[in-house]
Antibody
Framework: QLQLQESGPGLVKSSETLSLTCTVS?????????WAWVRQPPGKGLDWIGT???????HYKPSLKSRVTMSIDASKNQFYLELTSATAADTAVYYC????????????????WGPGTLVAVSS | HSVLTQPPSVSGAPGQSVTISCTGG?????????VHWYQQVPGAAPRLLIY???NRPSGVPDRFSGSKSGTSASLAITGLQADDEGDYYC??????????FGGGTKLTVL
């Protein structure tokens, strides 16, 4: 069974780039078609950031598209999130997850998830 | 605001039933995309409860059920138990090629 673990700085300065890594264990990153990032600001709901295909293509939330880049390194069994020009509004728990079913993205669901990592953006 | 609309809170006494709605539009739920449901307790990652509108993963009690009609979906919980308390979220897909979550519903077991 796949397991995911987020890692990265817990504190980022405003206007700098927020960078996170998701490490996949229990199987190959090639075993799932899509990998995703979701965030949750303190006390608020879940916010879908984007998804990356195991082949490297990606879809991003339209309102974040200008600042987000996702990438994947199959040799390390890792995928990554970069969010540029960070502001306090980007302070959140960031989760990595996978769409583990072979269904098309439109009919797919996120499971499993990593435990999440809190990133605070300081002004 | 969230693309999918959920009631902020619902409550019920132990043993009773509650329903949580998730209302979207013609570019997401109404476009035929499937709806999935998650439970989240404080300090933990979301847990998958229902996938593909009405399917339960192994280990999820049959007290949880999902349905979908038109531009809306619902999660029903019967025989409420104290450990059902938490936040519940629906997830679907949008024609903007994005995943979309509901705003979340806080379930309180009285």
């Amino acid at each position: 069974q796949l397991q995911l673990q987020e890692s990265g700085p817990g504190l980022v300065k405003s206007s700098e780039t927020l960078s996170l890594t998701c490490t996949v264990s229990g199987g190959s990153i090639r075993s799932a078609y899509y990998w995703a990032w979701v965030r949750q600001p303190p006390g608020k709901g879940l916010d879908w950031i984007g998804t990356i295909y195991y082949s490297g293509g990606a879809h991003y939330k339209p309102s974040l598209k200008s600042r987000v880049t996702m990438s994947i390194d199959a040799s390390k069994n890792q995928f990554y999130l970069e969010l540029t020009s960070a502001t306090a509004a980007d302070t959140a728990v960031y989760y990595c997850a996978t769409y583990a079913s072979p269904h098309l993205l439109e009919y797919n669901w996120l499971d499993p998830w990593g435990p999440g990592t809190l990133v605070a953006v300081s002004s | 605001h969230s693309v999918l609309t959920q009631p902020p809170s619902v409550s019920g006494a132990p043993g009773q039933s509650v329903t949580i709605s998730c209302t979207g539009g013609n570019t997401n739920i109404g476009a035929g995309y499937t709806v999935h449901w998650y439970q989240q307790v404080p300090g933990a990652a979301p847990r998958l409860l229902i996938y593909g509108n009405n399917n339960r993963p192994s280990g999820v009690p049959d007290r949880f059920s999902g349905s979908k009609s038109g531009t809306s979906a619902s999660l029903a919980i019967t025989g409420l138990q104290a450990d059902d308390e938490g936040d519940y979220y629906c997830l679907s897909f949008d024609s903007t090629l994005s995943g979309v979550f509901g705003g979340g519903t806080k379930l309180t077991v009285l």
